[in-house]
């Protein structure tokens, strides 16, 4: 970027990429606190020329401009290099009330309330409402206030007729009116920031949920596409078990229990291809919630140890058994890994109304808070031979049958797993 970039890099590059909206805003801020410097410079020889800057108020006002645009060139250095870290709304506020608070000055520099420049106050007032924040815009408010006053104020100082006018019939009104007039700029302008930057944060959600489908939609064709690669060497050792299982005679019951393991693992990969396309009537069935989640809980306990506490309270849900239980066997299995010695699972359904809440809670020490913001994304994990398709898988299942997944951390300790289901009115 050179030395060139740092003396005038305000109008040679006019796009800078790679900024988020709280950087893209300070940007703009120190784009447009440039042009009024920069437009400062003629406009503080004409004053001085036609005398409302004396020479030493002449020297005070270079000074400070120089000062200002050496400052203002650094920062926005800071922004393209991408220096300056996450701008928050104070900082945001902290810079358009620097920019008040110097142009107050400067007015008391260069004619107080009698420089033509004055109307400018109601553009600072609108900038503060649209970028500070919070307890920051009442901060700001205050501060616009009393730098109104002090203007007005100031040329009563040096007179005594002007100070014993000030609340004159014809003087008061003038005062309350150059008050009231930028407050109303702030309240209006600030009524409209809210409104932009609640926009804005929605937009910035919808954009990040829609890169969040896509990389889904990709996982999705990657394991259709491995479904399809293993399917052959399974069906492969399926007939080869089936001959061995003709020509052997005697006990045969671990042979058969190898048979079903891989039919099953066939419809699992079956339904694994075929949700990535579409689903249909018959690939779901209407069953009581509590009764297929005790029976997942009863084979899954068949493998672990770990004691569950189930309580349930009844209703009826459209599901897909095979998937159901898998997204169960995945929600205990990593409620397993965190579960300290002697503690237990608990799996509780709750009815609210037209919605079932499955919730399948640990007492372990909870989830990271950078997997909390990108739960159901896959290779999401923190286990050292974790893949993160547990929740992944059970979140595309949830959204087949327009349900829901919610994952949070417990003030108690652990964390939980919420599956919510759209209860089944017959």
Known sequence: MGQAAFVIPFFLNSSVKHLGPSEMKLLWLVRLRSLALFSQIPLSILGRYYGYIDQASHVVFAIILVALLCYNAHLYRRIVLNEVGEVSDF???????????????????????????????????????????????????????????????????????????????????????????????????????????????????????????????????????????????????????????????????????????????????????????????????????????????????????????????????????????????????NAADVTPPGAEISVRILSAGSVLSLIISDSGPGFKHEVLERIGEPFNTTKEKGTGLGLYSTQLFMNSIGGGLRVRNLETGGSSVELTFPRWER
């Open 91 to 333: 900082f945001l506020s902290a810079q358009v009330t620097l920019d008040l608070v110097v142009f107050t000055v400067l007015l008391g520099i260069s004619g107080s309330s009698n420089n033509p420049f004055y109307a400018l106050f109601y553009v600072m007032a609108i900038l503060g409402g649209i970028f500070s924040a919070g307890r920051s815009s009442h901060l700001f408010f205050l501060i616009l206030l009393c730098c109104i006053t002090a203007i007005q104020l100031q040329p009563t100082l040096t007179s005594s007729a002007a100070f014993s006018s000030l609340l004159s019939p014809q003087t008061l009104p003038y005062l309350l009116s150059q008050v009231l007039i930028p407050s109303v700029a702030f309240l209006i302008a600030r009524s409209f920031g809210e409104l932009f930057n609640e926009g804005q944060q929605r937009l910035v959600g919808l954009t990040l949920h829609t890169e969040r489908l896509d990389r889904l939609r990709a996982l999705g064709s990657l394991s259709a596409g491995f479904s399809h690669e293993f399917a052959s060497p399974l069906q492969n050792a399926k007939l080869r078990l089936a001959r061995f299982l003709a020509a052997k005679e005697g006990d045969k019951a671990d042979l058969e229990e190898c048979r079903r393991s891989i039919q099953d693992c066939e419809e699992v990969l079956r339904r694994m291809n075929f949700s990535q396309l579409h689903f249909s009537d018959h690939d779901f069935e209407i069953v009581s919630l509590p009764d297929l989640t005790k029976q997942a809980i009863e084979t899954w306990k068949e493998t672990s140890p770990l004691p569950i506490n189930f309580s349930a309270q009844d209703g009826e849900v459209r599901v897909h058994r095979i998937n159901f239980v898998q997204a169960v066997f995945n929600l205990l299995d």
